[in-house]
């Protein structure tokens, strides 16, 4: 078989602020550079340090960001009113509300409590509704960059077989949406797996492209898929070891045991995650386009 093609999300991000510069080269002269709002509640290292990895992208392309920290202990009513500040603040075009949230707040009323044009994580109900529909407004970011590598790499999805590992609705039921949607580069059959799912490598074994993201380390092995599948590890998980560091991180899939099986596969870290950014800042982007036109 041939040698496996490494899905960079890496290279793929770079192209894409490459191409977005124009446009922010436009909405900058016009007046409006666009500008997001982070709300981070709570201590969680991983939230803190992807907060910053966002704030510093944003720095890099001459885009306007700002967090709102918020302590664990804060009340559901102080994290609305800041939301609702936020939604009639015309510096930012985006909010943004970092997840996970501590467990004494609703995700679903505070995800709701943004305004569905700034809502550029796409996880608002009427955004996902619009997703669902076929006329998206926000595609969440993860699966929006997901799309974009698949695009990147010229790898057509229309008429194979995807099988997705996970429901969530940050990545699983959304990618399961895009890559069915009867458009170029999808029109998948698409088959979602979860933790309700009996015999699981029946499935992922059917699989021209896999997409695991559901947060077990090296959940996927070689037993569990076919020669030259397609696998998109959405997966990032902080394993304890010997290094220096005293963790590695590792991917839903074992990437050893299947890189010489697979035709294509993507790296972590350095595969998904670097998308999640990029996608965001095309979303934010995207807002201020269409807050300024109106």
């Given at each position: 078989m041939a040698e496996t093609l490494i899905l960079s999300g890496k290279t793929v991000s770079q192209n894409v602020y490459k191409s977005l510069q124009t446009r922010i080269d436009s909405l900058i002269s016009s007046g409006c550079t666009p500008g997001l709002a982070v709300v981070l509640v709570g201590d969680n290292s991983a939230s803190r340090i992807y907060v910053k990895s966002k704030a510093k992208r944003f720095d890099k392309m001459s885009l306007f960001s700002e967090t709102f920290t918020l302590p664990d202990t804060v009340q559901e009513k102080e994290v609305l009113s800041l939301i609702n500040d936020?939604?009639?603040d015309n510096r930012f075009h985006g909010i943004l509300v970092q997840m996970p949230l501590p467990n004494h707040?609703?995700?679903s009323t505070i995800i709701e409590a943004v305004n569905p044009l700034k809502d550029v994580d796409g996880f608002h109900p009427e955004n996902l509704g619009r997703l669902t529909a076929g006329h998206p407004r926000f595609v969440p970011c993860t699966p929006k960059g997901i799309m974009?590598?698949?695009?990147?790499f010229k790898i057509d999805l229309s008429g194979k077989h995807v099988v997705v590992?996970?429901?969530?609705?940050?990545?699983?039921r959304p990618i399961s949406i895009l890559t069915s949607l009867k458009q170029s580069y999808s029109n998948a059959t698409t088959t979602i797996?979860?933790?309700g799912t009996t015999d699981i490598p029946y499935y992922t074994q059917?699989?021209?492209?896999?997409i695991a993201a559901i947060g077990a380390p090296e959940f996927v092995t070689s037993a569990h898929i076919k020669e030259g599948a397609v696998i998109i590890d959405v997966g990032i998980n902080r394993v304890e070891d010997e290094s220096e560091k005293g963790y590695s991180l590792v991917g839903d899939v074992h990437f050893e045991s299947v890189n010489d099986k697979v035709s294509a596969i993507t790296p972590v870290p350095g595969g998904v995650g670097p998308m999640t950014i990029a996608m965001l800042v095309e979303n934010t982007i995207e807002a201020a386009e269409r807050l300024v036109s109106v």
């Open positions: 936020l939604n009639t707040l609703n995700d974009r590598i698949l695009d990147y590992l996970g429901r969530s609705n940050i990545v699983g797996c979860h933790s059917q699989a021209d492209i896999l």
